[in-house]
């Protein structure tokens, strides 16, 4: 019998994260035979307790569909909405009645760790009442922290645009090499450092800037980066540092949190902002020289110009696989990519099970931060590179990208 099906996005946008959702529709445009009408979650599962439906099914052989693969951004809005973990919430019967009326059979979430909280639970209370629908989460995350994946789609571009602009910022810092100064920059990652670890890529040779990089999963001492910043002086005039936005200290207080207090999010997650501009003031106050600090923010995730192409194919491959397995009757199971060897790329498409990933997060290895926490290894740079190949030629009209806008 043939079964709709509903896709929706959450959580912090990527660039390819509506590649994804090209992958998701162009393959189940494919299987008229057993998936009818496919839906649109208008800010993903909250949206759709809402009543905020659409039929993207109308996007079908338009040309909307094949801009929607390289707009950033999310298509259908997104959300950061916490399902309740007691599944006999009525909120829960009250999902899979709406289920029943739009007649959903397939139903696939794009998101990060939270997004795949939902599917797990979307899974676990699909089971406990014996509901067909088949469940499936697609990753996406430029923070690269999903466990069981080697990597997470929107990661490869995000590190692409932050190796490019760090590259640039540096260059800009190097022009006025008879004045010593100080340039930081700020880069996403909360407990997860491999976003700012792919400023290292921004070297064009050995000692290059940027010269100290500090990721969250190495504990942050102002006293001895100050001593870091003052050697590096001494033979580099403008030195560029890179931090991620949740640096700690040995007592685990976010660097941020000493300037000013911080908010909390509907997942519970501190709002953190601020460690480059508190670190600046710190060079500015114990060394006296030049200094500024650079918050790239939500830049890292939202540019189109930089897109890989690598990224770019598996995040469409990644929605495409989910919509294969779901048809072959798989449910509660996450999309994930599988390499082989650092040696050589090649990326398999396999499934795990979401009750194993949700509420995890995958850090950066320890052996691949080395010289005391302020730099990364060689190991990383060759687990990197393959992921930023590439470009992407997004259609342009006036000098300016040409995005889908959902009506």
Not at 45 to 69: A, P, T, V, W, Y
Not at 224 to 244: D, G, M, R, Y
């Amino acid at each position: 019998m043939k079964k709709n099906a509903v896709v929706g996005q959450s959580g912090g946008p990527t660039s390819v994260i509506n590649a994804s959702l090209y992958g998701v529709l162009n393959e189940s445009f494919k299987h008229e035979d057993t998936i009818g009408c496919v839906y649109g979650m208008i800010n993903g599962i909250e949206g759709f307790l809402n009543n905020q439906i659409m039929n993207l099914s109308k996007l079908r052989n338009s040309s909307e569909l094949s801009l929607i693969q390289t707009t950033p951004g999310a298509y259908l809005g997104s959300c950061r909405y916490k399902l309740p973990e007691d599944l006999s919430n009525p909120i829960y019967s009250e999902l899979f009645s709406k289920f029943e009326e739009y007649n959903i059979g397939y139903f696939f979430y794009i998101g990060g760790n939270d997004s795949m909280d939902t599917v797990s639970k979307l899974s676990l209370y699909a089971k406990k009442v014996n509901s067909d629908i088949r469940i499936i989460g697609i990753p996406k995350t430029i923070d690269n922290d999903l466990i069981e994946t080697d990597h997470t789609p929107g990661y490869g571009s995000a590190a692409k645009y932050v190796a490019s602009t760090v590259r640039e910022i540096s260059i800009d810092a190097s022009v006025y090499d008879n004045k010593k100064s100080v340039t930081i920059i700020e880069i996403m990652g909360r407990h997860a450092g491999w976003l700012t670890a792919a400023s290292a890529l921004a070297r064009k040779f050995d000692g290059d800037n940027p010269l100290l990089i500090y990721l969250p999963e190495a504990v942050f001492d102002t006293e001895s980066f100050l001593q870091k910043v003052k050697e590096a002086l001494e033979h580099t005039a403008n030195v560029v540092v890179c931090i991620s936005e949740g640096i700690r200290d040995k007592d685990g207080k976010f660097i941020c949190e000493y300037s000013h207090s911080v908010g909390i999010d509907t997942f519970g997650h501190k709002m953190l902002t601020g460690s480059g501009k508190y670190l600046e003031n710190l060079v500015k106050d114990h060394i006296g020289v030049k200094v500024r600090s650079i918050e790239l923010n939500v830049c890292q995730r939202c540019s189109s110009s930089m897109l890989s192409k690598t990224d770019h194919e598996e995040a469409i491959h990644s929605g495409s696989f989910g919509v294969i397995s779901a048809k072959n009757g798989e449910t509660g199971k996450m999309v994930a990519l599988k390499r082989s060897s650092l040696d050589t790329y090649d990326i398999q498409y396999i499934l795990k099970d979401v009750n194993q990933i949700c509420n995890q997060e995958k850090v950066v290895p320890s052996d691949w931060i080395i010289n005391d926490g302020t730099d990364i290894s060689e190991e990383f740079i060759r687990y990197m590179l393959p992921l930023i190949q590439g470009s992407v030629s997004v259609p342009m009209e006036n000098g300016v990208p040409v995005f889908a806008y959902r009506k």
